[in-house]
């Protein structure tokens, strides 16, 4: 079955460090990662796909096949970044998003 | 910018009531999904909806469930006998196109069986 690992519940840093989380995922087509984002007491929002290879708000994320993982990173915090930041997959074919448990990303100042 | 909208934003039932859950997703778009969150889990698919009928729907939609489009702007999840482990965080959201866009989702509403 499809699964979307993300190890750490609770990440945080001081304003300015690098930030990296880990999305872990087990498919073995070709999936399509997501990273939403959920600021405090707002809906979940699409922060980036892979397929657009964008940088949003100073984040990146690449899809490697090999260690089957979309890590989200960030070479700078700032503490409006505080917020719970999701990993999903589509699979081929489908519309259904597989969600990680979430990781709360806590940027102090 | 438009947005997914939701109804209520918390429900409190009693277990073997029936609720309905609504949703007006976003004009233009065509399909259409449910996801529910339990406290502390991660968020979990429902199901999908184009064209008037279902596309795909997860183990946890069973006979219980059910999903309607009544007229041309909202969409409904409607659970029919609850129970006390359907306390959860209910997402709707929309897609134009699942292939190339995004899917866009509601603030929730916050279902809690007593």
């Known amino acids: 079955a499809q699964r979307v690992t993300q190890p750490e519940k609770l990440l945080s840093v001081f304003k300015g460090a690098p930030v990296e989380l880990k999305c872990n995922y087990s498919?073995?087509?070709?999936?399509?990662l997501f990273w939403y984002v959920q600021y405090s007491r707002q809906r979940l929002q699409l922060l980036l796909r892979?397929?657009s290879r964008e940088s949003i708000k100073g984040f990146t994320a690449d899809l490697n096949k090999g260690e089957t993982s979309f890590h989200l990173k960030k070479p700078f915090a700032q503490e409006e970044d505080s917020a719970m930041y999701y990993c999903?997959?589509?699979?081929?074919?489908?519309?259904?998003?597989?969600f990680g448990t979430g990781t709360r990303l806590q940027v102090f100042p | 910018e438009p947005e997914v909208t939701q109804t209520p934003s918390h429900q409190v039932t009693q277990m073997g009531q029936e609720v309905i859950l609504r949703c007006v997703p976003i004009?233009?778009?065509?399909?259409f999904y449910w996801y529910r969150q339990i406290l502390g889990q991660k968020v979990e698919f429902l199901v999908s909806?184009?064209?008037?009928?279902?596309?795909?729907k997860s183990e946890i939609f069973d006979d219980q469930f059910s999903v309607e489009r009544p007229d041309g702007s909202n969409f409904t999840l409607k659970i029919r006998s609850t129970k006390l482990e359907d306390s959860a965080m209910y997402f709707c959201?929309?897609?134009?196109?699942?292939?190339?866009?995004?899917?866009?989702f509601g603030p929730g509403t916050r279902l809690t069986v007593l």
């Open positions: 004009s233009n778009h065509l399909y």
């Open positions: 498919y073995s087509g070709s999936p399509e």
């Open positions: 999903a997959l589509r699979r081929y074919n489908t519309d259904k998003l597989i």
């Open positions: 909806f184009y064209n008037n009928e279902i596309s795909e």
């Open positions: 892979h397929i």
């Open positions: 959201a929309s897609s134009a196109d699942p292939s190339t866009d995004t899917q866009y």
